[in-house]
């Protein structure tokens, strides 16, 4: 029986660990950011930022063998030049969240990981509201 996710589940466990991971590669390798910023950027460990840009961690085949990824990548390399400019990374990956619902990225990780009807659809995300 496959698992009946909620959308926010599959953004967080399946899409943000990647995202973070590829934002932190691109701040490292491009913005010559050290890996101790980036960590205390993210509130994590410099040496969850070195997994990271070394491709220990963060990948996704998901994302990486989807009609999407090259639109989502575009996206980190936007995110990543957006924080170099002060931008706030909650605020970067609540857009990017955005992306994931709309763009039917969800939807086909949701199918992937074998379910055979489509993703109930989540309420507008709740930060507008805190």
């Known amino acids: 029986m496959v698992s009946r996710k909620m959308p926010c589940e599959l953004v967080v466990f399946e899409l943000l660990p990647t995202a973070r991971g590829a934002i932190a590669k691109e701040l490292v390798e491009s913005y010559g950011y050290t890996q101790s910023a980036v960590a205390k950027m993210f509130g994590i460990t410099s040496a969850a930022i070195s997994q990271y840009v070394k491709g220990l961690r963060g990948g ?55 379910a055979k009807s489509t993703l109930s659809r989540c309420m507008e995300c709740p930060r507008s509201n805190i």
């Not at 639109?71 to 990543?80: K, P, S, V």
């Not at 969800?106 to 990981?113: F, H, K, S």
């Open 60 to 114: 996704n085949p998901y994302i990486d063998g989807s009609a999407y990824m090259d639109q989502f990548y575009e996206h980190i390399r936007t995110i990543a030049d957006n924080l170099s400019k002060g931008a706030d990374l909650s605020t970067e990956l609540c857009g990017l969240c955005s992306f994931f619902k709309k763009s039917g990225m969800i939807d086909e990780i949701y199918r992937n990981q074998g």
